[in-house]
């Protein structure tokens, strides 16, 4: 157990629709990441969070958004979804806002019908 | 931008026997770090390298930095049914703003007891 937990596991839903993830760090990990795992693209990183404010984007997409509230825990927006945004969301978290190893949380399987 | 080729894609071994895989990058990496990833969990972190030419090991798993700072490579010795699961070796080059992680595809190792 990494210690960040995502909830939900599972989401089925459907095209055009807008989904919620969320995650929560370990304790007193002040950065989040969110990656997007799919079968041919691998591990893509998406955005990261510290302390409450944006630090870096990969390869976000604009129907895409994310935050980190006062309590540190991360939502991972997905609006307008599309068949091709099916795939395994996971959020990482690491204690500071450079470089820190990352722990991974169990992840959101997203499944757009 | 960053790529990272890891190989073999897939390996079977039987159980016993020693793994070698690795990773290579188009550009350099400060730190080297190797993830396994069990279905349907989030990655596990193993191993982080920061140093070119280091040598670590966790247990049965010995990773290195390779000297060119452009590869890395994971072995496992004496392998067992618990080791079957998805090998991603990721690299992170710092400087500013960058704080992610790019993850290789994956190998897929299989034991065949």
């Known amino acids: 157990d990494s210690g960040v937990t995502q909830t939900p596991k599972h989401l089925i839903t459907a095209t055009g629709q807008r989904v919620t993830l969320r995650c929560s760090p370990r304790?007193?990990?002040?950065?989040v990441y969110w990656y997007q795992q799919s079968l041919d693209q691998g591990l893509q990183f998406l955005i990261q969070y510290y302390n409450g404010e944006e630090r870096a984007k990969g390869n976000i997409l604009e129907r895409f958004s994310a935050q980190q509230f006062p309590d540190l825990h991360s939502e991972l927006n997905l609006s307008s979804l599309e068949l091709g945004d099916s795939a395994l969301y996971f959020c990482?978290?690491?204690?500071?806002?450079?470089?820190?190893?990352?722990?991974f949380g169990p992840g959101t399987r997203l499944t757009v019908l | 931008g960053q790529q990272l080729n890891q190989s073999p894609q897939s390996m079977f071994i039987q159980e016993g026997e020693d793994v070698s895989m690795n990773c290579t990058s188009s550009?350099?990496?400060?730190?080297w770090l190797w993830y396994k990833q069990d279905p349907g969990e989030g990655p596990v972190l193993l191993i982080a390298?920061?140093?070119?030419?280091e040598l670590t090991s966790n247990g049965r798993l010995t990773a290195q930095f390779g000297t060119t700072r452009k590869d890395s490579f994971l072995n496992i010795s004496a392998s067992i049914p618990s080791d079957v699961g998805i090998y991603f070796c990721?690299?992170?080059?710092?400087?500013?703003?960058?704080?992610?992680?790019?993850f290789g595809k994956g190998t897929k190792l299989s034991v065949i007891p």
């Open positions: 304790s007193g990990d002040l950065s």
């Open positions: 550009s350099i990496f400060n730190t």
């Open positions: 390298l920061y140093k070119a030419g």
């Open positions: 990482a978290s690491a204690s500071g806002g450079g470089f820190n190893e990352q722990f």
């Open positions: 990721a690299g992170h080059l710092s400087g500013a703003g960058s704080y992610q992680l790019t």
